[in-house]
């Protein structure tokens, strides 16, 4: 005769904060850094620089010279926390408008753990979670055999080279801060 046990509820697992920054090319960036900084605390790592040439989403609003970087946070954290940081990271963007009023930076969160990549967002989607508050999330990457991979969804731009490459090394701190914990995901298989 079978025995089924309830699972147990837990705490999840502990991930690192990420944004994602996508600005005008002439955009003081260390204003936003530090106020990032301020509000969720100190940076651990920030990726290269790059040009943000993947979509034209962006040109009415921001322009058409943009550049894309990404951060990550020190301080580990639980995801639950990513509808409160898409708020803040909303409410920073309204202090930097253009002429026009739109956006001079756009900045999106999302939590980095060793089995995913998550990001918050405002619109719903047929791959988007409702968390609250008029939030979404959506795994946007995937850790499977040694690597972060795309979903059919993910954005072309996190499917770059030095994006993945980021995201890993990113992935490797967080590994490293969490010691013997990662070994118990329930990810199957875990090929670490």
Sequence with gaps: MLKFVMAEIKEPKKVLLLIGLIFVKDFE????????????????????????????????????????????????????????????????????LNDKNGRKINIDPGVLSLSNLILASTKDYSHRIYLGKGIYAEVTLIYKNKNFNPLEWTYPDHQEKIAIEFFEKAREALKKRLGNQFRNLGVYPSPL
């Design 29 to 96: 960036l260390n204003k936003v850094l530090n106020e990032l900084k301020n509000d969720l605390g100190n940076i651990l790592m920030k990726s290269n620089t790059i040009p943000f040439t993947h979509t034209i989403y962006y040109n009415k609003e921001m322009g058409d010279k943009l550049m894309r970087k990404w951060i990550v946070f020190d301080k580990l954290i639980t995801p639950d926390i990513l509808v409160k940081v898409k708020h803040t990271t909303n409410d920073i963007e309204k202090k930097y």
